[in-house]
C-alpha cells in the first residue's frame, strides 16, 4: 500500500530530473509526480491519491465527477471528510487558486512538507511528498538532522507532533488542511472528539460484524490478498 508521491508548487525552479517511468500530473501552479503504479483519479480542479471509499455503501471510490470535486472546493476539503474514508491524500484548487491538501484522518498515509529557499525577494519552491528519495531527486536535499528535534525524540518518544528529524521538514499531520505556499495552516476539518456520542451507545455484536466485514470486503475489493491484525490493547481484546 506504498504511496511514492511528490507535489512540488513552483515547479518551473525544480532542479532534479525524474525518470520517465512517473506520472506527471499538473494541477494549478503545481506538478505533481508519481509512480506508475500509485492509484490516482484527476481532474482540471483536483487529484486524489491513494485508496478511498463511499462511507454509505464502503463501495470503491472510483473517478472524481465534477459534482463532488464542486463541492470539495466550496467545503475546503470537509465534503471528503463527510463522504469518503480509507487510505488517501486530497489535493485541490480553492476558489482563491491556491493548492490545497488534505491528508485523510487515520489512515492518510504520511506526507512531509518542505521548501527550498531561492534568492532574496523570490518565493522559496516547496514540496509535498511522501518518498525522500524522490523528493531529493527533484532538487530538494533533505540532508541536515535537526538536533532539537532528534532530542525531543528521544526524551519523549511517544509524543507524536508535526516535527520530523529533519531541518525545515514537517508532518502534515491526520485529518490537517494545507493551503500549500502559505505559512500558516487551516485548522484541522476533523477531530476524534466529533465521533464521540454524548450519550453512550451499547454496540450489538451484530452490528460490530457488519462494520468490520464491510472494511474488510472493501480493502479486498481493492487487492490479491489482505492481512488483519489486532493489536493486543483494550479496544482490540474486546473485538476479539
Given at each position: 500500500?506504498?504511496?511514492?508521491?511528490?507535489?512540488?508548487?513552483?515547479?518551473?525552479?525544480a532542479s532534479g530530473a525524474v525518470d520517465r517511468s512517473k506520472m506527471k500530473i499538473r494541477l494549478g501552479s503545481a506538478q505533481i509526480y508519481a509512480n506508475a503504479s500509485t492509484p490516482t483519479r484527476s481532474n482540471r480542479y483536483a487529484v486524489l491519491v491513494g485508496w478511498a471509499f463511499r462511507r454509505d455503501t464502503s463501495?470503491?471510490?472510483?473517478?472524481?465527477g465534477a459534482s463532488d470535486t464542486a463541492s470539495i472546493r466550496?467545503?475546503?476539503?470537509?465534503?471528503?471528510?463527510?463522504?469518503?474514508?480509507?487510505?488517501?491524500?486530497?489535493?485541490?484548487?480553492?476558489?482563491?487558486?491556491?493548492?490545497h491538501l488534505l491528508r485523510a484522518p487515520l489512515t492518510g498515509p504520511a506526507i512531509y512538507l518542505c521548501s527550498e529557499p531561492k534568492a532574496e525577494g523570490s518565493e522559496p519552491t516547496l514540496c509535498a511528498f511522501t518518498d525522500l528519495?524522490?523528493?531529493?531527486?527533484?532538487?530538494?536535499?533533505?540532508?541536515?538532522p535537526d538536533p532539537a528535534a532528534l532530542d525531543r525524540e528521544l526524551r519523549f518518544p511517544l509524543l507524536r507532533g508535526a516535527t520530523t528529524g529533519?531541518?525545515?521538514?514537517?508532518?502534515?499531520?491526520?485529518?490537517?488542511?494545507?493551503?500549500?505556499?502559505?505559512p500558516c495552516s487551516r485548522p484541522a476539518i476533523w477531530s476524534p472528539w466529533d465521533h464521540v456520542p454524548a450519550i453512550l451507545?451499547?454496540?450489538?455484536?451484530?452490528?460490530?460484524?457488519?462494520?468490520?466485514?464491510?472494511?474488510?470486503?472493501?480493502?479486498?475489493?481493492?487487492?490479491?490478498?489482505?492481512?488483519?491484525?489486532?493489536?493486543?490493547?483494550?479496544?482490540s481484546s474486546i473485538i476479539a
Open positions: 500500500m506504498s504511496i511514492r508521491i511528490a507535489l512540488v508548487l513552483d515547479p518551473i525552479h463501495a470503491a471510490y472510483e473517478a472524481l466550496a467545503s475546503g476539503g470537509k465534503w471528503a471528510i463527510d463522504h469518503l474514508w480509507g487510505n488517501y491524500l486530497l489535493f485541490w484548487i480553492g476558489p482563491d487558486d491556491a493548492v528519495q524522490l523528493a531529493r531527486t527533484l532538487g530538494f536535499p533533505l540532508d541536515q529533519l531541518c525545515g521538514v514537517r508532518e502534515v499531520l491526520p485529518g490537517e488542511v494545507v493551503r500549500l505556499g502559505f451507545k451499547r454496540a450489538a455484536a451484530a452490528e460490530l460484524r457488519n462494520l468490520v466485514c464491510g472494511v474488510v470486503e472493501a480493502w479486498a475489493s481493492r487487492f490479491h490478498h489482505v492481512q488483519l491484525e489486532l493489536s493486543g490493547g483494550l479496544d
